[in-house]
């Protein structure tokens, strides 16, 4: 008896919820901060007297995130992940102050490079010490996951919510001050948990920061501002001087980056490994959809449905609500039927729910018309990250995670920014009627395109690696 049971295989117990928990906590900080902002957006430039200034906030943010969000898996490695961890908090902490007593839009922009600085680092750092805790104890990573990304999307779809009240009854600072509070439960939190690992490289300071790929950063950086800035011109006078240097630069980095021992974006491993590339393709697309979803309906609500912020943010509820439990739904999706299902049900929803926002009358529209729109945008969020950060942890090892969740957060931070150069682009600083059927029917070919290739993909079989 006692040999029988021995030949059947013990199925791994998932990671606790007191070390999950915490390090879920730190993910919620940059989808609050970049959602709250999509409301303030209206009232910061109100106060400055500069739309398409306001615009830069966004972009500094994200310009700053993609930079540092691929550093800090490295960092991690270097000084350990949970001190990285925790000195994300500081500077988000440290930008929150200086961003409520900003005397002007430039000092404003600073503040939220030095947040941006900070929520880059907490999503890949926490990946990391989940998979070493699931590896040190003979655990499965699934259910730590879902929470991770649970936590994400919930608090990026209550962010306009949340903002909304914040914005209506205390003014456009009060984003900034609720981020403290957060910090120190966050950092309390983490600190009390026992995860298991600590982290960091036995080579002097030094020696580990000579690893890093200061060039390639340089490159990185002049590349995306600069392209940025050439697209964002493009409907007033457009900066044609940008365009060489950004191709210019962007090419220099490939070519650095190929040739670097240890680089800053690993593009070796994006061509040797062609299910981690095409995830974060797709990611690009996805979160340049969610975007523009964030940023375009808030501001639509208020200029055009005369809505005030507390309104605007209470109409984006659906998308919280239905966010959680399709997160939920699409982590069972994904254990009982894989990862092509769970990609093939959020994108089709991303189809369904462009072509409503591109359809319906939306300044005749009943609000509870708008609600069902905001209802269906929630879907897309839980299945589509879900499928894409499982996917990630089953193509890549231990040692290699965390650096490969860095490049899927680049991914969603570039695909921020693009997202404010699309709605720029085809809808306008003021979005209108107009412009909101544009961002309809551009989130609709973008949701058709991605539907494609999750249906042809060659990366994505009927069974899932687990654990």
Sequence with gaps: MTAMQSDVPVTPKPIPVRVSGPLASGSILQPINSSMIAIAVVAIAAEFGSSAGVSWIISAMYITTAVCAPMAGRL??????????????????????????????????????????????????????????????????????????????????????????????????????????????????VMRADVGFAGGSSDSLRTSLRGLDFGGIILFVVALTTAMLFLISLRATPYYWAAPIAIIAGVLFVIHERGTVEPFLDVRALVNNAALSATLGRALLTYVCFYCVFFGIPQWLQTVRG??????GLTMLPVAGVGVLATSIGSRTYRRYGVRTTLAIGTT??????????????STAPVVVLLIVAAVMGIPNGFNNIGNQNLINTVTT?????????????MAFIGANLAVVVTTTIAGSAIDDVGMKHIGWFITAVGVLLLVGVLRSKHMGPKVRRG
Excluded: K
């Design 76 to 189: 991690g490695a270097i000084f350990g992940a949970r001190r990285v961890f925790m000195a994300g908090l500081v500077f988000v902490a440290a930008g929150s102050v200086v961003g409520m007593l900003a005397p002007n839009l430039g000092v404003l922009i600073g503040a939220y490079v030095l947040i941006g600085t900070g929520i880059a680092v907490h999503t890949p750092n926490a990946m990391t010490m989940l998979r070493a805790y699931a590896d040190r104890y003979d655990r499965h990573p699934r259910t730590a996951i879902a929470l991770l990304v649970m936590c994400g999307q919930s608090t990026a779809a209550l962010g306009p919510t949340i903002g909304g009240l914040l914005v209506g009854t205390f003014g456009w600072h009060s984003i900034l001050w609720v981020n403290l509070p957060v910090v120190a439960i966050c950092a309390v939190w």
């Design 307 to 312: 809505m005030t912020p507390i309104e605007a």
């Design 349 to 362: 929803a991303l189809v369904v729910g462009g072509i409503l926002i591109a359809s319906v009358e939306r």
């Design 398 to 410: 231990v040692d290699d995670v965390g650096a490969s969740i860095g490049m899927y957060r680049t």
